[in-house]
């Protein structure tokens, strides 16, 4: 055979291999459960089917035709309140009614380097990243009440802006979430622009795998919650790296004192929101992937302070990822959490918010929390891609499965129309999503629905205190037996 022919022979033979590598990278490891079985309070805990390099399963965006929509849930209705904006993720509604839009995107260099760095931007340039992010902060208005924003201003572009995420406004300072720090500006109502110089609130680790940054202020507005997610998988690259993330942090708005870290072990942490009856933060995380399609089940939670959900050592409480190499903390298995309620495994939820009262979404989404999950890019079939509504009782407890709300966003073809990002309330009772491949903010309500009741928190009374020990003394005395012979 001559050299030519060998080579021509390897050439096909090398081509082979990459297709047949390709084509089981694409296709991905097929689920064994429904993302029903991986949802709710006890959700299926799959065997883990650890992947040395991740299926990919994303669904590409092909945005929406004029008139499209996405399909709501029997008595709501949806139409497009904003669109034609540049990847918006967060919302967030002012007390005047006005909704500032931050559009974003990760920072240029986020990826990192080489083949891994290539690798991953295309995967996101896929899934609908730009590649640059906007950096704006738009207001959008509805000065008439038809449920359409018909006016539109930017408040600031790309100065003192890098992708900019979470958002939080009290007593006339608008705080804005960098990737990298927290700042604030002085902003009042109804302005349409912002001129000033902001103020530096408290730095963020930069960037990572999860650049999105997260904000809430505590209900008197003296406290500033903010959720950093990790750089990596699980730690791959050593914890040194994971210093000050996967965690939430809060910082007191009245001193001047660093920082303290509220929670951690949350591998990325994003929607953040008191729960009305319990007085309780709430978070939605995204956790690890590379166990196979049908682990770790992302999941709703509330975060008491000093609490560690495990990341990213344990999930789920009692499983062990045996694929960390970095020692754990001392006794964690002791102190680590079990989070309240499964979303499904890769669904990616990201913004999430609490009925409080005065919401127009009908009787059956009255009492709970509205959640839009961005969809899945390593799941086969994919999950995800929808808003979904998770009921709560009286006591302010999750019950059930995750209730569609909007849906539609994937095509048969495996194609995605958008990809819900964010949620928020408009001041009608109206709910907003934004889709930020699309650049369309949605708004969806029950036409014909009341505003419905104010949830009140649960209060429960105390025991009274121990004031004396009048108990039976007698119950606290013992005495030793006597060997007994063991028979032989």
């Known amino acids: 055979m001559s050299t030519k022919r060998k080579l021509l022979v390897a050439l096909a033979l090398f081509l082979l291999i990459l297709g047949g590598f390709a084509f089981w990278l694409w296709r991905g490891t097929p689920a064994e459960h429904t993302i029903e079985e991986l949802s709710g309070k006890d959700p299926v805990i799959a065997e883990p089917r650890p992947e040395t390099i991740p299926s990919v399963a994303i669904a590409k965006p092909i945005g929406w035709a004029a008139g499209e929509a996405p399909v709501a849930a029997p008595g709501l ?34 990826p990192g380097g080489g083949l891994v760095g290539w690798i991953a931007q295309h995967l996101m340039e896929r899934a609908g990243s730009h590649g640059e992010s906007p950096d704006r902060l738009v207001l959008l208005r509805d000065g008439d009440g038809d449920g359409v924003a018909e006016q539109r201003f930017t408040l600031i572009e790309g100065k003192h802006l890098a992708s900019p995420s979470g958002l939080a406004w009290d007593d006339d300072r608008l705080y804005v979430a960098n990737h990298d720090a927290v700042i604030v500006f002085d902003y009042k109502l109804g302005e349409t622009a912002i001129a000033g110089e902001p103020r530096k609130v408290m730095d963020l680790p930069a960037a990572g795998n999860h650049w999105m940054r997260n904000l809430v202020l505590s209900l008197d507005g003296n406290r500033l919650y903010v959720a950093v997610g990790s750089a990596s998988n699980i ?7 994971e210093k000050g993330r996967a965690a939430i942090w809060e910082k007191d708005l009245t001193k001047d004192a660093y920082p303290r870290q509220f929670a951690q072990g949350l591998r990325n942490p994003n929607g953040l929101a008191w729960n009305p009856a319990t007085e309780e933060l709430w978070t939605t ?42 020692p754990p903390p001392l006794y964690i298995d002791d102190f680590v959490r079990k989070p309240e309620y499964a979303l499904g495994a890769h669904t990616a939820p990201l913004g999430m918010v609490f009925t409080l009262g005065g919401e127009r979404m009908g009787a059956g989404f009255a009492n709970g929390a509205f959640i839009a999950r961005h969809g899945s890019w390593n799941r086969n079939p994919r999950a995800g891609y929808d808003v979904v509504f998770v009921r709560f009782d009286a006591n302010g407890n999750p019950q059930g499965l995750p209730v569609p709300v909007l849906t539609g966003f994937l095509t048969d073809g495996g194609q995605t129309r958008g990809r819900p990002t964010w949620v928020g309330f408009a001041k009608d009772g109206a709910l907003l999503v934004s889709d930020d491949t699309a650049g369309i903010i949605w708004r969806v309500i029950a036409p014909q629905a009341a505003p419905s009741p104010v949830i009140k928190p649960v209060k429960v009374g105390s025991l009274p205190p121990r004031r004396q020990l009048d108990g039976d003394p007698a119950q606290y005395r013992g005495s030793f037996q006597a060997d007994q012979k063991v028979k032989q």
């Open 77 to 110: 209705e949806v139409k497009r309140f904003a669109e034609g904006l540049d990847h918006p993720r967060v919302i967030h509604t002012l007390p005047n009614g006005d909704v500032i839009v931050a559009e974003a995107d990760s920072p240029v260099s986020n």
């Open 235 to 241: 730690g791959e690259g050593g914890m040194e790296a």
């Open 285 to 326: 995380v995204n956790e690890r992937d590379q166990l196979g399609p049908d682990l770790v089940p992302d999941y709703l939670t509330n975060v008491p302070v000093g609490a560690h959900y495990g990341w990213p050592w344990i999930y789920w409480k009692k499983y062990d990822d045996d694929r960390v190499k970095s």
